[in-house]
């Protein structure tokens, strides 16, 4: 089993940057592959970046919407992974959540995630 818990989110104008923060307990990091998520009301949640640990530099992905704003990074010391969020944008106001697979994957599909934290709120304000 899992723990992920995300301190909180926060609200920003359009331009601004944020960074998300998730805690994982009662495993390993360095045996996770993590992803962050995001859920706009009456949208699907979609996934935002994922990313795990390999020899040399983890490996990380994004969804298009994000990329060369939104930095996913990993700390396997603390059980941590950060989701370094620029030039954010109204549309990018949503629930994020944070999430873990114990097996290795590269998706950005939520199915692929057994471990979920309880989701923190980003606002953007134009």
């Known amino acids: 089993q899992v723990q992920l818990v995300e301190p909180g989110g926060g609200s920003v104008q359009a331009g601004g940057s944020l960074r998300l923060s998730c805690a994982a307990s009662d495993y390993t990091a360095s045996r996770l592959s993590m992803g962050w998520f995001r859920q706009a009301p009456d949208k699907e949640r979609e996934g935002v970046a994922t990313?795990?640990?390999?020899?040399?530099?983890?490996?990380?992905d994004y969804a298009d919407s994000v990329k060369g704003r939104f930095t996913i990074s990993l700390d396997t010391t603390k059980n941590m992974v950060y989701l370094q969020m620029n030039s954010l944008q109204p549309d990018d106001t949503a629930i994020y959540y944070c999430?873990?697979?114990?097996?290795?994957?590269?998706?950005?599909?939520?199915?692929?995630?057994?471990?979920w934290g309880q989701g923190t709120q980003v606002t953007v304000s134009s």
């Open positions: 990313a795990y640990p390999r020899r040399g530099s983890p490996f990380s």
């Open positions: 999430a873990a697979s114990i097996t290795w994957t590269r998706s950005l599909s939520p199915s692929a995630y057994a471990y």
